[in-house]
């Protein structure tokens, strides 16, 4: 199968705890974004990464980090320094120049909760 | 900045009807795209059409087409003859300037659509 895998889909953390989102694809995209959704929100960019080994915070990436080894994966972790990340999390690819660049795919996204 | 206004956060409308969602941005770039999401229940994005910003001609997708003012910026969609599976929400999203390596998207609110049978 082909395409963007974000596991796991729901994901329940305590308070204090981190935790890390996984996002892995097989497009063989260069590209790769984090979003945070809320409700009434829209999407807000967390993190991205145009290349292995770079990555630019987005708008809201205070409590957050992330890390870019291989071309294939994008692992998002939330910190105990993000202090409301009960949200529902969704990672992107974009492809390289060609004919659809300036379009991103969506993975099916991680739901995480805060007990 | 570049901002995105989806004026209408909810609207319902009869199956086989044909719907409106209405979008405007605001930007002093020229070079740029557009697109609509639609997010359905089970929360996947997925990519309804999208706007070259220096095409005059307007994108259509099947049932989906859009009017693009770029003099109002002013980016709608159309949906024609409205299925039961067309129920979601929906994004409108602006990227640009596309020569610059710094790819960005940035998102509306969203319309929450509601095709009622």
């Known amino acids: 199968d082909g395409g963007i895998t974000q596991s796991p889909k729901y ?16 497009l063989n995209h260069d590209a790769m974004y984090w979003y945070r959704q809320d409700p009434g929100q829209g999407l807000r960019l967390i993190y991205y990464s145009q290349i292995v080994n770079d990555f630019q ?4 990436a205070e409590g957050y980090s992330v890390s870019r080894e291989k071309k294939e994966s994008f ?7 993000q202090k409301n990340p009960t949200a529902f999390y969704l990672c992107a690819t974009q492809p390289p120049p060609g004919l659809n660049r300036y379009t991103q795919y969506f993975g ?3 739901r995480l909760t805060v007990l | 900045a570049q901002t ?3 004026s209408q956060p909810e609207m319902s409308v009869q199956e086989a009807e044909t719907v409106t969602l209405s979008c405007t941005y605001d930007t002093s770039e020229s070079n740029y795209y557009l697109f609509w999401y639609k997010q359905p229940p089970s929360r996947q994005m997925i990519l309804v059409i999208r706007q070259e910003a220096y095409k005059q001609q307007n994108a259509t997708e099947n049932r989906f087409s859009v009017n693009f003012q ?3 910026k002013s980016f709608s969609l159309k949906i024609s003859d409205s299925q039961l599976g067309d129920t979601a929400m929906y994004f409108c999203a602006f990227m640009g300037p596309v020569m610059n390596r710094d790819d960005k998207i940035i998102f509306g609110k969203g319309t929450r659509l509601h095709i009622l049978p």
């Open chain 1, 108 to 110: 099916p996204g991680t």
């Open chain 1, 57 to 60: 915070k987005g708008d809201i």
């Open chain 2, 4 to 6: 995105v206004t989806q």
């Open chain 1, 75 to 81: 692992p998002l972790t939330v910190t105990s320094a």
């Open chain 2, 70 to 72: 770029k003099a109002a």
């Open chain 1, 11 to 26: 994901l329940f953390r305590k308070e204090g705890q981190n935790v890390t989102l996984s996002c892995e694809q097989n």
